[in-house]
């Protein structure tokens, strides 16, 4: 199964769907995104007054943003714009600190904070969900494609699936899968 930042859709019913120790991941991965989105709205004003010094608090939920928003973007919104979701967010962040420092003299003001605080919003609220959704659904593949299926079953349409790039829970429904497979 080849796996990377690239959109592969495959056809509706190709990917099986999880069992229950997969969506239980699932959920508990949309219970942490969701805490992290908790997080992100409850520290909003010093988020957004100081970005700069609160980042260091912040650090590794923006790594993991930067590292996995191309997947959230991509896969997502059934587009293929492979690296450009994280280049964009990477430049967009830099100029408006450089604007911020240049307007302000300081590179911690809401210039950066305002936005930042968006991003982290969006991305944690899009992720959370997406698990949320998946875990309750079944969603079969990437968590990411949970939104398009419930619309699809809204309207009688079949969405399109996604390998999970997630390795970690690729082997755990593969591993379901197997001791299912087996105890029939």
């Known amino acids: 199964m080849k796996q990377s930042d690239s959109l592969e859709l ?3 019913g190709t990917l099986d769907r999880p069992g229950s120790i997969g969506r239980m991941v699932r959920l508990g991965m949309g219970v942490l995104c969701l805490y992290a989105l908790w997080q992100v709205i409850i520290y909003r004003e010093e988020l ?3 970005p700069v010094s ?4 912040f650090s590794v939920m923006l790594a993991i943003g930067l590292c996995i928003i191309n997947y959230v973007v991509n896969i997502g919104f059934s587009k293929s714009w492979g690296r450009m979701p994280a280049y964009i ?3 967009a962040f830099g100029i408006l600190a450089g604007v911020s420092y240049l307007v302000g003299g300081d590179w ?3 210039i950066l904070g305002v ?3 968006m991003w982290l919003t969006y991305f944690y609220g899009h992720l959370g969900i997406s698990f949320t959704i998946a875990a309750a659904i079944a969603t079969p593949g990437c968590e990411m494609r949970s ?3 419930l619309l699809g079953r809204a309207t009688g349409q079949k969405a399109q699936e996604h390998h999970c790039p997630a390795a970690f829970i690729t082997k755990i429904d593969e591993w379901e899968k ?3 497979v087996s105890s029939d």
């Open 115 to 117: 936005p930042l605080f």
């Open 54 to 57: 609160v980042i260091p608090n």
């Open 89 to 91: 967010s990477l430049a």
């Open 108 to 110: 911690d003001s809401p």
């Open 10 to 12: 495959v056809a509706p």
């Open 178 to 180: 197997r001791i299912a």
């Open 147 to 149: 939104i398009p299926e």
């Open 48 to 50: 957004i007054d100081t």
